[in-house]
């Protein structure tokens, strides 16, 4: 039978910026990896998107690099949903409830699901994914009348991350992932109450 303190422990699986996130969890004295996997069952695209305007200063937004100034335009995101016969690869990354909730406020155009099932190996813990919410979908329809782009900046820390997970993981995320169908603009992140990890 699994320790209380055990089942204190989730992990979410990330498949985007999260897989940077490689450092283990550790809580009174143990230590739990973040796990490599793969979520099957799920498909990877640009398919979730912010409108960076109503982003507040003290709020997760991007920033135009030269000018300092936010940008009116939609950004968008990674997103993943259910197809079958289909395989995301990414990282699992332990939370406790703290962490956990930092995510939870973090990920605002995303929706917490369970995919415990759903991730190989097989984990003796809850695993969590975000999926974008609808409106954030709805946001990065191509027909919609305001821009939507793709932080240049994202895009490369994202196949950094999966370049560094391990050999030929890279590779695993370009054929897995939908191509990109948004124009690139240089954009930086700005996201005040980062977690104590970093994690961003």
């Not at 969890?25 to 799920?42: M, Q």
């Not at 406790?96 to 190989?120: C, G, P, Q």
């Not at 994202?158 to 590779?171: V, W």
Request: net charge negative.
């Amino acid at each position: 039978m699994a320790s209380t303190e055990e089942q204190t422990i989730d992990y979410v699986f990330g498949y985007g910026s999260l897989v940077e996130f490689k450092e283990p969890l550790v809580t009174e004295g143990r230590v739990f990896p973040a796990v490599p996997g793969r979520l099957c069952g799920f498909w990877r695209f640009w398919g979730a998107a912010m409108n960076n305007w109503e982003a507040t200063d003290a709020e997760k937004h991007f920033v135009d690099p030269e000018s300092g100034l936010k940008p009116r335009i939609k950004v968008v995101y990674l997103d993943i949903a259910e197809r079958q016969g289909s395989t995301v690869n990414g990282l699992a990354i332990p939370v406790d409830a703290t962490r956990l909730a930092e995510l939870d406020l973090r990920e605002v155009n995303y929706s917490r699901i369970e995919v415990s099932s759903a991730f190989v190996p097989t984990l003796s813990h809850r695993i969590f994914t975000y999926v974008g919410t609808d409106a954030a979908r709805d946001r990065s329809r191509l027909e919609t009348s305001d821009a939507v782009h793709a932080s240049r900046q994202y895009v490369k820390r994202i196949k950094r991350a999966f370049s560094a997970l391990g050999p030929d993981e890279l590779a695993e995320y370009e054929r897995t992932t939908e191509p990109l169908r948004f124009p690139e603009r240089d954009l930086e992140l700005r996201y005040p109450h980062l977690p104590a990890d970093g994690v961003a």
